[in-house]
């Protein structure tokens, strides 16, 4: 992928924050940045943008339910959070300093993630487009489980589960959870 392509996005509520990520100059050229806010809308924006980086403030409230839902919103996206001295939360490629950040970044660090990017785009994912949670919830149906027991599994509501079911039956036009999950099996998501 060209750094010239690049799109990143920041999802935060700091705008001190977003200028500085904003400002930052790559040694190549400089990557679309846009802005999501933690709303229900900014996980709308952040699907809709389908960025290269997302880059997660780790200032804000429950981060790793927020990563869970930014991963999910963009499966095949990098996803950093912006913190210091922590490792990341599940779902989280890696963690960037914000002592890094404020301090100028090195290079062409974000030519370097686009890279990595392209690399860590899973064929699962690039063939159906499905997220995460889906291939989690489809796996545990082919492993014969209810809704409740993928729920308790993966930590997930019930609803949540069949929700996520549908959406990954929809996006596999599968005509029934059986053909989603045959589909899934076919496609290398999970070993059958």
């Known amino acids: 992928m060209p750094a010239a392509a690049l799109v990143a996005m920041y999802v935060g509520e700091d705008p001190a924050r977003a200028r500085a990520l904003r400002s930052a100059q790559p040694g190549g050229p400089a990557p679309r940045w846009e802005i999501a806010d933690t709303s229900l809308a900014g996980l709308r924006a952040v699907r809709q943008s389908d960025p290269d980086i997302v880059i997660v403030d780790g200032e804000v409230d429950d981060v790793p339910a927020l990563c869970r839902?930014?991963?999910a919103a963009a499966p095949s996206a990098?996803?950093?959070?912006?913190?210091?001295?922590?490792?990341?939360p599940p779902g989280v490629d890696g963690v960037i300093s914000w002592a890094l950040l404020r301090n100028g970044l090195p290079g062409?660090?974000?030519?370097?993630?686009?890279?990595?990017?392209?690399?860590?785009?899973?064929?699962?994912?690039r063939?159906?487009?499905?997220?995460?949670?889906?291939?989690?919830?489809?796996e545990c149906a082919a492993r014969g489980m209810t809704a409740e027991e993928t729920a308790a599994e993966l930590g997930l509501t019930p609803a949540a589960a069949r929700s996520a079911l549908r959406t990954a039956k929809s996006k596999l036009r599968a005509s029934s959870r059986a053909h989603?999950?045959?589909?899934?099996?076919?496609?290398?998501?999970?070993?059958?």
């Open 180 to 192: 989603a999950v045959a589909l899934a099996i076919r496609a290398g998501l999970f070993p059958p």
């Open 69 to 71: 839902d930014v991963r």
């Open 127 to 138: 063939v159906t487009g499905l997220a995460a949670q889906e291939i989690a919830v489809l």
């Open 78 to 88: 990098v996803v950093l959070l912006l913190a210091e001295d922590t490792s990341p």
């Open 108 to 125: 062409n660090v974000f030519g370097a993630l686009a890279e990595v990017a392209a690399v860590a785009r899973t064929p699962g994912n």
